[in-house]
């Protein structure tokens, strides 16, 4: 069964990006492409992809300063109040819609794959927040900031179904718990 999976990198301290929304902590640090956990199977199982603004932004931005093309094939939405600048070539829907609309698209358009809630954190948290995230899988990097954008702004049960070790990562996965308010929401 499909599942709705916040697959991201995180800092010991529970960071996702630092203060400015860099992300040169995670691309400072040691992974193997091929190991447990790794991203390459994890997108491969993807068949939508959501992500906020700011993650849209980073991507756009770093796509430009290295002339890599837009990394998703699978259609992506980009959660904003703005107007930002579409890729060319790249399936994007830019939305203000509620997740749950959102969701239902996304599921739609992935097919019986997952749908991959790339970031942020207060993202993740609406997904949350409406009882469509299914799981968590958090790659913890050897490395805190202190400050920055949080791994999930919100509380969130879980239960750990899996940890292992991916070079300098400590991979974990993790099962919502879900609360009898969540079961009764429509999927």
Known sequence: MAQTIYYVA???????ADPDDSLDWLLKQDIDENG????????????????????????????????????YTQPSWVFTHRTLPGVDGADIRFTSAPATEVHAAATEAANGRNVWVVGGGDLAGQFTDAGLLDELMVSYAPVTLGAGAPLLPRRLDLRLRETT???????????????????????
């Open 36 to 71: 447990p956990m790794n991203y390459n199977a994890f997108i491969a199982e993807a068949g939508a992809v959501i992500m906020g603004a700011s993650t849209y932004e980073w991507l756009v931005k770093h796509q430009a300063g290295t002339g890599e093309k837009w990394p």
């Open 165 to 187: 070790r991916n070079a300098a990562f400590v991979m974990a996965h993790y099962e919502v718990i879900r609360t009898n308010a969540d079961i009764d929401q429509p999927r």
């Open 10 to 16: 995180s800092t010991l301290d529970g960071f996702i």
